[in-house]
């Protein structure tokens, strides 16, 4: 019998902006290089696995904000989803110490400019990125959204919390050239039919995710909506039928059904 592996905590944030030319909500995506292991070439949103970096900043709540009534484990995702989001994008969701805005994009750019290549190679922890710049992690800026663990038997498990969070303004964003080969503001609609065509390789939570965010007209309306909404874990369960291969997740977890076609068996 096949040990089953446990899952790894991580993170993920749907960073979202309202565009005024399409009339529609868009979301910054980054397509995956093809030679990473897991996901290798899908459009997905930024994120990646907490570490132990992220809890030596839980030691110092002076350099976060609206993480007081939040566990260990809670803050860590969070920290880890803010972290993840800076190194793969190099969008910050931080305010300068004293400051009740969000870091301007210019000092943002700046900051960037500086420490993301180090921190990506591990030349410099995100403590000392915070610490140097007097930077306090907007902790309070993430809205809870989804949470996926990825079923046993998979060779790779997440236990990944999805966050909401409205873009600092002008911070645009840009891939890392070596995670992720590309990256895009698209809105869900876009992604979805670039997922249909092939232009996209979309993962199932992806998929899901995108549909239901693509019901908000607006990003105020998507922030409204997940707000202090409880979060369902989905497991999905994986079962054969007919020749074919259906996930099974809960119905409350509001994706508009419990099984799912995703293709046929090989």
């Known amino acids: 019998m096949a040990e089953i592996v446990a899952p790894r905590p991580a993170s993920t944030i749907l960073l979202l902006r309202d565009s005024a030319a399409q009339g529609?909500?868009?979301v910054f995506m980054m397509v995956r290089h093809y030679e990473i292991d897991f996901n290798s070439g899908a459009l997905v949103f930024p994120g990646g696995s907490v570490d132990k970096g992220d809890k030596e900043i839980i030691a110092n709540p002076a350099l976060y904000s609206g993480g007081e009534e939040l566990d260990e484990a809670s803050l860590s995702f969070r920290i880890a989803a803010i972290r993840e989001t800076f190194e793969e994008s190099g969008i910050l969701l931080a305010r300068p110490q004293g400051s009740n805005a969000l870091v301007d994009a210019k000092r943002a750019g700046e900051i960037e400019a500086i420490n993301r290549a180090d921190l990506c190679d591990g030349k410099i922890s995100f403590l000392k990125v915070l610490t140097d710049n007097g930077m306090l992690l907007a902790l309070d800026e993430l809205v809870p959204y989804a949470h996926w663990i990825t079923p046993e038997g998979m060779p790779k498990r997440f236990d990944?919390?999805?966050?909401?969070a409205a873009a600092p303004p002008e911070q645009a964003g840009a891939?890392?050239?070596?995670?992720s080969t590309d990256s895009i503001w698209v809105s869900p609609r876009e992604a979805l039919e670039g997922g249909e065509t092939g232009r996209f390789k979309l993962p199932f939570p992806t998929t899901r995710n995108l549909i239901k965010l693509g019901k908000q007209a607006s990003v105020k309306a998507a922030l409204d909506d997940s707000r202090g909404k409880p979060v369902v874990t989905v497991t999905p369960?994986?079962?054969?039928l007919n020749g074919g291969?259906?996930?099974r997740i809960p119905r409350e977890a509001g994706y508009d059904g419990e099984v799912f076609e995703v293709g046929a068996l090989g």
């Open 24 to 26: 529609e909500i868009e």
């Open 160 to 164: 990944t919390w999805f966050f909401l």
């Open 175 to 179: 891939h890392d050239g070596k995670e």
């Open 237 to 240: 369960v994986m079962t054969k």
């Open 245 to 247: 291969r259906q996930l």
